[in-house]
């Protein structure tokens, strides 16, 4: 999915690096290393630095910061598409596997498709 630069602060830069060191420079789902390339199961969260299996898929991982959409202060509901909620336990560092997965989510949610997204989160664990 394109970036839309204009829909985040203009210090989003900084804000990204001191949650990702605030988190380790790790994926805070999975625990995978920004930087390093692992080996992944495909479509889970299961990763190792040597393959467990011919299935397993060697992948460099990128971490990024992910927009929760936590409640508001007032207690009204978040949106992860308001990138301008920079509230520390509003960011979460993610690898691109688990930011996809909760990007996915944020969609199918949205679109109704799927009410159970907890139960859904849970397989892939
Ligand atoms: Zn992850």
Redesign the pocket.
Known sequence: MPMKWNRYPSDWKQISERIQRRDGFR?R??D?PNGQEIYRYPNS?RWSYTPEGSEWRRVRIVTMVHHIGINKPDGMPGNPDDKMDCREANLVT??Q??HLTEERLIRSKRKGEKTDTKNEQLELL
């Open positions: 994926c789902y999975c995978a969260r993610l690898c596997y688990c």
